[in-house]
Structure formats: C-alpha cells, structure tokens
Nanobody, 119 residues
Framework: QVQLVESGGGLVRPGGSLRLTCAASVSTFRIYDMSWYRQAPGKQRELVATITNANSTKYADSVKGRSTISRDNAKNTVDLQMNSLKPEDTAVYYC?????????????WGEGTQVTVSS
C-alpha cells in the first residue's frame, strides 16, 4: 500500500514563499522519480518539477529560477520550495511518485494541497 500526504499549502501574498512537502509511505517499494504537478481552475494539470533518484531535476519554464525541488530518500519525502510567488501560481498542487520494484513501476498521486497567491 502506497500513501502520499502533502502539506504546506495555504494563502500567501504575491512575492511571498511557500514550502510544500510530500511524505510517501511505500512499504517495500523503491521510489524512483518524485514530482510536483499543479492544476489551476479550468486548466489541465501540468508538471511543475521532477527529481529523479539520482537527484537530476527538471522544472517547468513558468517556475524555473523561482522554485527548488529536493528529496530526502531516508525519509521518503519530496519538497518544493517556491519563491517570488505570483497570482498565476494559484492552483492545487499534487505530489506524484513512481515506485515499484525491478520488474514493475507504478505511479501514485497525492490528494493535493491548495496554494492561493493573492493580496
């Protein structure tokens, strides 16, 4: 059984910062990629950032330079530090992991945490 729990969302003023955390319970599975996605009202879910188990990272152009994704493999957590937040960053943020064994890997999603950027 795999469970993902996100935390750290909330209301922040433009220019402010937030740190999102996703904690994964994965039993005996190994975690591969860990990612953050977001979905704004009326829009498709989009990738924000990904970090591989080799700590290689990728960011959406919209957050590049303002956000940092990091992971703690001992704790099975992935964080997203977001700075210089803009109203257009308002969305529900979802954690996604790829986990499994050497034969099969699966993707798992968290339930999401709301981030609202508003004055």
């Amino acid at each position: 059984q795999v469970q993902l729990v996100e935390s750290g969302g909330g209301l922040v003023r433009p220019g402010g910062s937030l740190r999102l955390t996703c904690a994964a319970s994965v039993s005996t599975f190994r975690i591969y990629d860990m990612s953050w996605y977001r979905q704004a009202p009326g829009k498709q879910r989009e990738l924000v950032a990904t970090i591989t188990n080799a700590n290689s990272t990728k960011y959406a152009d919209s957050v590049k330079g303002r956000s940092t994704i990091s992971r703690d493999n001992a704790k099975n957590t992935v964080d997203l530090q977001m700075n210089s937040l803009k109203p257009e960053d308002t969305a529900v943020y979802y954690c996604k992991i790829i986990a499994g064994d050497s034969r099969f890997q699966y993707q798992y999603w968290g339930e999401g945490t709301q981030v609202t950027v508003s004055s």
